[in-house]
């Protein structure tokens, strides 16, 4: 399904497990608390510091909220998929490797089929894997009324 033909393009979900999510938390806390620790600490150091906490306050913590939401937002995907998706098989039709000098993957085209939705064509960009191959078919869940799904690797 391509956007606007038959509806919005099916989203993608990360599987993104309690620990992870976790430990991804405790992270932004980290950048949300640095800016306001410098600040504080430049007051008995060097008012350089204090700057300097300004500045990664002002950066750290809008950047931490807005990866928070979009760890938020996978992880209500993520059991919106557990509770309501269906089970679908992922075949791999097309396998290209990308590289753009500083990252690099796999651009894996699915077929995604299974019953109660109509089949699907996705593009998941990814990590390279060495049991990624044209023909593999692969677990999926799909929860056709959010448009989302997850492949299982």
């Not at 906490?53 to 950047?63: F, M, N, R, S």
Request: with cysteine; aromatic share 8%; proline share 7%.
């Amino acid at each position: 399904m391509t956007d606007g033909e038959n509806g919005p393009t099916p989203t993608q979900v990360s599987m993104v497990g309690p620990w992870a999510a976790a430990w991804m938390y405790l992270l932004l806390v980290t950048f949300g608390l640095l800016g306001p620790f410098l600040m504080v600490l430049g007051d008995f150091a060097d008012q350089a510091l204090v700057i300097t906490g300004a500045v990664c306050t002002v950066v750290l913590v809008p950047l931490g909220l807005a990866a928070g939401l979009a760890v938020a937002v996978e992880r209500r995907h993520n059991r919106r998929l557990d509770t309501l998706g269906v089970p679908a098989t992922a075949e791999i039709t097309e396998l290209t490797e990308w590289d753009t000098g500083d990252d690099g993957g796999a651009v894996v085209v699915l077929r995604v089929s299974g019953p109660g939705f109509r089949t699907f064509e996705a593009t998941w960009k990814r990590s390279p894997h060495p049991a990624l191959r044209v023909g593999l078919r692969l677990d999926a869940v799909v929860d056709p009324s959010a448009n989302l799904f997850r492949v299982v690797l």
